[in-house]
């Protein structure tokens, strides 16, 4: 079992939708949660962490986590074709050294 | 600098070369980590420097790969021997803690090709 799954994708949603983004995790200690995006060629850009259960709302963009499931979310609001990109979910892993990525999810944002 | 700086930002080799690859972390950042990056593939964790020393090497994939920050700054990652299974892109991050509750900001990576 990986440390972070992620549905790989790609999840097509329409230009003004709700995209919603999901990631489990196995390490029960994990105690932070981060939100990267990836645009193709380029390297991982923070969007959003949480650490508490619960959901945090940042523009667009808000983050869950159900710790008791083992379950982090991202939901994007008001998609824009801007938002195409892969989106990789990562926790702290193995005691809290170790940043573990999932494998990302690619988000198509269609016209 | 403003963020996480690596050179070189494309490198290419022989099978059997040696390689350096470095990283400048953001400035007062005390943790920095290397990543290795395969297509279609998330981040995988190589190793964490918190300061001088390293934290957690156990990505390391074998003894080929060695990394150093002896001044707990700038890092090198060093690859002996290389095989063109090492081509993919390396990535360095730092944080300004190394703590769970301190994000990492990555630079923007060297694709290491091994022909």
């Known amino acids: 079992q990986k440390e972070v799954e992620q549905n790989s994708g790609p999840l097509s949603v329409p230009e003004g939708a709700i995209a919603s983004l999901n990631c489990t995790y196995s390490?029960?200690?994990?105690?932070?949660f981060f939100w990267y995006r990836q645009y193709s060629g380029k390297s991982p850009e923070l969007i959003m962490f949480i650490y508490s259960n619960g959901d945090k709302e940042d523009g667009r963009f808000t983050a869950q986590l159900n710790k008791a499931s083992q379950y982090v979310s991202l939901l994007i609001r008001d998609s824009q074709p801007s938002d195409s990109a892969t989106y990789l979910c990562a926790a702290f892993t193995g005691g809290g050294n170790k940043l573990t990525f999932g494998t990302g999810t690619q988000l198509k944002v269609e016209l | 600098g403003a963020g996480v700086s690596q050179t070189p930002s494309n490198k290419v080799t022989e099978k059997g070369k040696y390689v350096e690859l470095r990283c400048d972390p953001i400035s007062g950042h005390t943790a920095l980590y290397w990543y290795r990056q395969s297509l279609g593939q998330g981040p995988e964790f190589l190793i964490y420097f918190q300061g001088t020393g390293a934290a957690d090497d156990s990505g390391l994939p074998n003894d080929r790969f060695f990394a150093v920050r002896p001044e707990g700054s700038v890092s090198t990652l060093k690859i002996q021997r290389t095989e063109r299974g090492d081509s993919a892109v390396y990535l360095c991050?730092?944080?300004?803690?190394?703590?769970?509750?301190?994000?990492?900001?990555f630079g923007n990576g060297t694709r290491l090709t091994v022909t």
């Open positions: 991050a730092s944080s300004q803690r190394g703590t769970s509750n301190s994000p990492l900001h």
């Open positions: 390490d029960r200690g994990s105690q932070s």
